[in-house]
């Protein structure tokens, strides 16, 4: 069974701060996503990614598929970028994707 | 514009009754997903779709039923035999099969069991 950790859960920074949280996984995967949900549910896709790194505007997503471990970055971070980032990672011709339990990012201005 | 609507986005059900929830897509995509939001978990799968008239039970997928009549629609009936069914519920979909398809969601469905 893939297990799937995030650190921090929480996490308060000031804005302009550099933010990192973090992604574990336990097996090997295909995909890592990143997913981000605001306040109101809804949840948004930011970064699908099997290797290496992806950039999106001021969000930077790495993997490292020998550590079994995926970081997202966010530069010059902002208050509108205040929400529950949610990874998920899986495998093979499975359906199905594990979900981390979130990690929580307060910006304040 | 293209995406998935879900409704209600608040519903509030009796004991006993059954719930449907709507999740309709102009994406044009093939995969759709359903899954369980509850405080402090991550999401869990509940039915997926990967064509029409086909669909596979998920995780959790004890006291729920769905239907694939359409490419665009793939309801969820919350059944009177789901035990604990307060949640938050989303729809997803995809245009690849398997996990390596980016995921379209929905706003959610909030349920709650008075």
């Known amino acids: 069974k893939n297990e799937v950790e995030q650190s921090p859960q929480n996490l308060t920074a000031q804005e302009g701060e550099f933010i990192t949280i973090n992604c574990s996984y336990s097996?090997?995967?295909?995909?890592l996503h990143w997913l981000q949900q605001h306040p109101g549910g809804g949840i948004v896709s930011l970064f699908m990614?099997?290797?290496g790194k992806k950039k999106h505007g001021r969000l930077i997503a790495t993997i490292n598929i020998q550590e079994k471990h995926s970081s997202l970055h966010i530069t010059a971070s902002h208050p509108r970028d205040s929400a529950v980032y949610i990874c998920a990672a899986g495998g093979g011709s499975n359906y199905k994707l594990t979900f981390g339990k979130g990690t929580l990012l307060t910006v304040n201005p | 514009d293209g995406g998935i609507t879900q409704s209600p986005k608040y519903l509030f059900r009796k004991e006993g009754q059954n719930v449907t929830l709507s999740c309709e897509q102009n994406?044009?995509?093939?995969?759709m997903y359903w899954y369980r939001q509850d405080p402090g978990q991550g999401l869990r799968l509940i039915y997926y779709?990967?064509?029409?008239?086909?669909?596979q039970k998920g995780d959790i997928a004890e006291g729920y039923s769905v239907s694939r009549e359409k490419k665009e629609s793939f309801p969820l009936t919350v059944t009177s035999a789901q035990k604990n069914p307060t949640a938050f519920y989303l729809c997803?979909?995809?245009?690849?099969?398997?996990?390596?398809?980016?995921?379209?969601f929905g706003e959610g469905s909030r349920l709650t069991v008075l």
């Open positions: 779709s990967q064509i029409v008239n086909d669909f």
């Open positions: 990614l099997s290797s």
């Open positions: 097996v090997g995967i295909s995909a």
């Open positions: 997803a979909s995809s245009p690849a099969q398997g996990v390596t398809g980016e995921l379209f």
């Open positions: 994406l044009n995509h093939d995969a």
